[in-house]
């Protein structure tokens, strides 16, 4: 069955740093576009970043780039996504979700609460 | 950036009834290579987005046949031909086009 496990996330002070992490298992992670989406309590969803298969093509949502790198690694079958120069704007549930011919499940999701 | 809009925002169907939900982009989303880059994804209650179409019709292997997607340029429909009760959740358009990528605002469908 495929699927992805999330990690990091947390409580960060405004300017910290974390990093989450997304294993995948069951399905062939290198063919897949890999996505973040956040979401603020109640709100819809907001697209973060993306990585292309070999992760050598990835863009950013303008309020994060800069401060969000996204990379992989195929051979461990993990994206992930670090986050630094926080803000409190940057709180939300933080999903990775995949792009490709079959339809899975994004990660469980990781809580990023940015709080002095 | 690109403006995803979709309508309803609202869907209370009755099980077996067909449902439908429309976006529309403001830009075309008609890549050179012929193909539209509007995907469809749901997430259900209390749980993490989903693929179900990709490339405006291509269903996502997995998703129930019937799910269809369709639609080209700026104006898109997903249509689900008799909704079941495991199909309560949002549904949401995305266009992976252009960075940055953009969602609609998702549309809630729920069972009457």
């Not at chain 1, 290198?30 to 970043?49: C, D, F, I, K, T």
């Not at chain 1, 995949?98 to 809580?111: D, F, V």
């Not at chain 2, 104006?75 to 909704?83: A, C, E, G, Y």
């Amino acid at each position: 069955e495929a699927q992805l496990v999330q990690s990091g996330g947390g409580l960060v002070q405004p300017g910290g740093s974390l990093r989450l992490s997304c294993v995948a298992s069951g399905f062939t992670f290198r063919s897949y576009w890999m996505h973040w989406v956040r979401q603020a309590p109640g709100e819809g969803l907001v697209w973060v970043s993306r990585s292309n298969g070999d992760g050598s093509d990835t863009i950013y949502a303008d309020s994060v780039k800069g401060r969000f790198t996204v990379s992989r690694d195929n051979a461990k079958d993990t994206l992930y996504l670090d986050m630094n120069s926080l803000r409190a704007e940057d709180t939300a549930m933080y999903y990775c979700v995949p792009r490709g011919r079959l339809s899975i499940r994004g990660g469980q999701g990781s809580l990023v609460t940015v709080s002095s | 950036d690109i403006v995803m809009t979709q309508s309803p925002l609202s869907l209370p169907v009755i099980p077996g009834e067909p449902a439908s939900i429309s976006c529309r982009s403001s830009q075309s989303l008609m890549h050179n290579n012929g193909y539209n880059y509007l995907d469809w994804y749901v997430q259900k209650p209390g749980q993490s987005p989903q693929l179900l179409v990709y490339l405006g019709s291509n269903r996502a292997s997995g998703v129930p046949d019937r799910f269809s997607g369709s639609g080209t340029d700026t104006d898109f429909t997903l249509k689900i031909s008799r909704v079941e009760p495991e199909d309560v959740g949002v549904y949401y358009c995305m266009q992976p086009l252009q960075s940055p990528y953009t969602f609609g605002q998702g549309t809630k469908l729920e069972i009457k």
